[in-house]
């Protein structure tokens, strides 16, 4: 697949898919966004890739925001369209995914930026990295999930702190208040993301998909997370990577997992 604003590189099971619109600070526009939702789908649907790495092009930003100068011309109604269908297409797909995603902070993540390292699974950032959510000095508030996101990640009152006060925060603070997993040198960015997810793809494919499910469950309003969580166990043991799992435990060898 050709991409307007993306670059996709492969490296064995692992699928780096690299924000490219450096001269922008890598921000979000419609036609990245688009690109985005191709690329992430066809990520889960293809066999070959066990998991995904997003980062930006660059050494100064992950992705500096949203393209405010698309925000001029809408209206309320267009405003909610807007984020209604980015929430669907990317930030709700990255987050729901059956294949784990880890955002590599390379720099400044603002406003969109930071809502779309929210979204991955984990998130490992370099030490220059800032990330903040700016959106209430344009008169808006975070609108493809920020709000929701960052308060399950860093607890109400921080979060409103951030938000309300639309400060930036350095990636050892980010760390502190638990909005990132690993903080790092820029050198070291890469090859620690790469260390965790080639982790992560030792482990059961569908199990790793199921707890993916399981944890998500646990945050929506009227939806019972253990129970999520029971259900996704109980389909384990129907899998031949449970059985793989539970034969080589017995025979003390490493597992052969083949997502099945």
């Known amino acids: 697949m050709v991409f307007q604003n993306l670059l996709i590189e492969n490296k064995e099971r692992i699928r780096y898919i690299i ?43 992950f992705v500096a925001g949203a393209d405010i100068a698309e925000f001029v011309e809408l209206d309320a109604e267009g405003g909610r369209l ?21 955002a590599a902070v390379n720099g400044f993540a603002l406003g969109g930026g930071l809502e779309l390292a929210m979204a991955c699974h984990i998130r490992v950032a370099s030490d220059n990295a800032k990330m903040g959510l700016p959106e209430v000095t344009l008169g808006l508030v975070p609108g493809y999930g920020g709000t929701q996101r960052l308060t399950q990640l860093v607890g109400k009152g921080k979060a409103l702190e951030m938000i309300m006060t639309a400060d930036m925060i350095t990636a050892t603070e980010a760390h502190e208040y638990g909005l990132v997993n690993h903080v790092v040198s820029q050198e070291e960015l890469l090859a620690k993301a790469e260390e965790i997810l080639n982790k992560i793809l030792l482990r059961a494919p569908l199990a790793i998909a199921s707890a993916i499910k399981a944890v998500n469950a646990g945050t929506p309003d009227g939806v019972n997370g253990f129970e999520t969580e029971i259900e996704e166990f109980g389909k384990c043991f129907g899998t031949q990577d449970f059985k793989e799992g539970v034969a080589a435990f017995l025979a003390k060898r490493k597992p052969d997992f083949k997502g099945k």
């Open 19 to 61: 924000i490219n619109r450096e001269s922008k600070l890598n921000a979000l526009n419609k036609a990245t966004l688009a690109d985005l939702h191709a690329a992430i789908t066809d990520a889960f649907n293809s066999p070959a890739v066990g998991g995904i790495i997003i980062t930006g092009a660059g050494q100064k930003a």
């Open 82 to 102: 807007l984020a209604q269908h980015g929430q669907a297409t990317v930030f709700d797909l990255i987050e729901n995914g059956n294949k784990p995603i880890i």
